[in-house]
Each structure stands twice: as structure tokens, then as C-alpha cells.
């Protein structure tokens, strides 16, 4: 008999890799997928038209819909990738993010174990829980998280995946996983529309464009990469959280400079902090730093150890920094010329 799975988020960055990854291992995959106006299957385009997945319609405020969704699936492991995910709007919306991001967990958890007390679980934890803790952060390493995602995600973490596995020994994990990006990402992710941006000055269709903090240091790792580790994690004797990660951090202005390298363009920088810009070769200004753009509190270093992942699972990245940034120009600037000489 196949393997069930059901992924809550199948239609975002990580659902769709993991949606892949998992059917070429032979398993049966169900998605939960909210109903919404805009095009949410671009990423499952292929596995949706050749009826590789289930999809089925339902969203993480409701258990009744969690609870038919569960039914109609019945499946051995749950993927939970659903989140109210952008740290920026989570400032705006902090009760929506709370209820998606904790709440939500609860219901699908809840309902679960009613039907399968045996079902793995695995929950995408995030690298924001740490906020201010100072790098290298590892599992040992304290929580002080600085946003309403970061505190939501948390509290889920504490009081759901650490609880309920202590208390009531439930087989469900934590993947605290780092960012991870690629050509699928949400275009208000800032790396994503820096490709986007930088791909279309290139072309001509853009003049310039506007970032927030350049400063701030992150921890990028390649999506298709991160979701081996969450099959790998559910797949253990034990239920046991880990951190994944690459183990090496870089600003977002350095981001900018890999992309632009990626892209061939020549890029100086001149002033500082709210003043500074980028110019091209013809010293045309082609990004500014927007204060609007910066968040409420920020997060500024995050480089995670992922040691224990990588003796324990056997896992460790395989795209490094600049091919991944290379990765998600090329994406675009495709993308663009096609559509340029569409046009």
C-alpha cells in the first residue's frame, strides 16, 4: 500500500518541491489549498495536469475543513507548510499571523490524532523564533524572537510540538529551518524581487528599484535542497526537531551583488545607511534604500549550525550561495525575455 502524505501549503514555494520530491519516492499526496482569486496552481502545474496530487480545498481557520481534509486524505504524515510566512506583514497583522501560525496548527494537530493517533507530523519551524540571539544558532541555542511570525511560531513550537510529543507521545517534529529560496519564491520576498528587479533594469523594462535594510545578514539555502531534510526528519525512530541550515550568512547587499554578477551588469555602491544607492556602469541609479521598507524590529544576523541534521540525517546543502543566486537571475531574466519578445 502507498504511503499517504498530506501538505498543508502545497501551492507555495516548499509544498510544490516537497509535493515533487515525494511523489518521485512513490508516495500518494493530498494538498490542502485555500480558495483564493489568483493563480494558485502555477507551481503545481504539472503534477496537477498529469494527476500526480490530490488537491483538496480548505484552510487552517476552520477545523472543519482540517477535519474533512484529514478524513478524505487519511494520510501516514502531514506536512504542515502553512503559514501566514511574510515576517514584514506579520507587524500589520499579528492576530492573522497568530491564528494561521499557532492556532492553525492546533486545529489540524487536534483533529489528527482523533482520526490517526499514529500519524508523523512535521511542522516548519522557522529560524525567526531567534531574533536576537546571537549567531551561530543551533538547538540548543534560546528563542528571543522580535516579530508577531517569529512569536507565534514559537509559541506553536513550545506548545504544540515540544508539548505534545513530552505529554502526550505524539510522533510530530520541528524542521527549524533557516531562509531558503529559489526561482519559486514569493515575489515580496526581498531576494526574489531583487532577481526580479536587477533582471528587468537589464532588459530595459524597469529604471530602478528600492530595498529596505542592506545590512541586515541572513543564512540562504536552496529550497529543493531543504525539503529532502523534511521526509528525512519523519522518517527517524524518534520524533526530534533539528535545524537546518548552511551554515553561512550574507547581506542582502551582497545578494544584490550576486545577482547583478549573475546577470553580467557592473554595480558601485555610493553613500550610506538611508542614503546610499547602487549605480550602473553609466552611473544611472538603478536601487535606493527606502526607509519604508525596513521592518518595525529588526533581525539583523542569522547563521545557523546544522551539525546535528548533518550527522544524524546525513544531510548537507548542495547549492551554495552564488549558484543559488545565479539560480533565481536566470529564472528571471528567461522569464522576461520571453514575455519581451511576446509582446
Keep these: 500500500m502507498k504511503k499517504r502524505a498530506l501538505i498543508t501549503g502545497i501551492t507555495g514555494q516548499d509544498g510544490s518541491y516537497l509535493a515533487e520530491y515525494l511523489v518521485g519516492l512513490g508516495y500518494e499526496v493530498w494538498g490542502l489549498m485555500r480558495r483564493t ?9 504539472s503534477l496537477v495536469r498529469k494527476r500526480r496530487i490530490n488537491i483538496i480545498y480548505g484552510n487552517m481557520h476552520h477545523a472543519s475543513s482540517l477535519k474533512a481534509a484529514l ?4 494520510p501516514h504524515e502531514i506536512y504542515n507548510l502553512a503559514a501566514q510566512s511574510d515576517v514584514g506583514i506579520s507587524f500589520f497583522v499579528p492576530e492573522e ?4 501560525n499557532y492556532a492553525g496548527l492546533k486545529r489540524l494537530v487536534d483533529e489528527a490524532v482523533r482520526i490517526n493517533p499514529k500519524v508523523r507530523i512535521y511542522q516548519a519551524s522557522t529560524s525567526e523564533m531567534y531574533g ?6 543551533n538547538e540548543r541555542s534560546s528563542f528571543k524572537p522580535v516579530s508577531p511570525y517569529g512569536k507565534a511560531k514559537l509559541r506553536a513550537h513550545k506548545t504544540i510540538v515540544e508539548a505534545y510529543r513530552k505529554r502526550r507521545g505524539l510522533y510530530i517534529c520541528s524542521g527549524i529551518l533557516f531562509n531558503h529560496e529559489s526561482p519559486r519564491r514569493g515575489e515580496h520576498f526581498v531576494t526574489r524581487k531583487i532577481a526580479i528587479s536587477l533582471a528587468k533594469i537589464k532588459l530595459g523594462l524597469q529604471k530602478s ?8 545578514r541572513r543564512d540562504w539555502g536552496y529550497a529543493g535542497d531543504y525539503v529532502r531534510v523534511m521526509y ?3 522518517q527517524q525512530e524518534k520524533p526530534d526537531d533539528f535545524v537546518i541550515a548552511t551554515g553561512e550568512s550574507h547581506t542582502v547587499r551582497e545578494f544584490v551583488e550576486a545577482v547583478a554578477r549573475s546577470l553580467r551588469m557592473k554595480i558601485r555602491w555610493k553613500g550610506t545607511g538611508l542614503r546610499e544607492i547602487a549605480v550602473d556602469e553609466r552611473g544611472r541609479t538603478i536601487l535606493r534604500v527606502d526607509k519604508k521598507y525596513y521592518r518595525p524590529v529588526e533581525v539583523n ?3 545557523g549550525d546544522s551539525m546535528k541534521a548533518r550527522r544524524e540525517l546525513g544531510w548537507k546543502p548542495t547549492v551554495s550561495f552564488d549558484r543559488l543566486a545565479a539560480m533565481m537571475a536566470q529564472a528571471e531574466l528567461k522569464r522576461f525575455r520571453h514575455m519581451k519578445s511576446a509582446v
Design 301 to 303: 544576523h542569522l547563521r
Design 71 to 74: 478524513e478524505m486524505s487519511r
Design 209 to 216: 528599484f528600492s530595498l529596505g535594510n542592506l545590512n541586515a
Design 132 to 137: 536576537k540571539t546571537l549567531p551561530p544558532q
Design 97 to 100: 499571523t497568530e491564528d494561521i
Design 37 to 45: 482569486s489568483l493563480d494558485p496552481m502555477l507551481r503545481l502545474e
Design 232 to 234: 528525512a526528519i519523519l
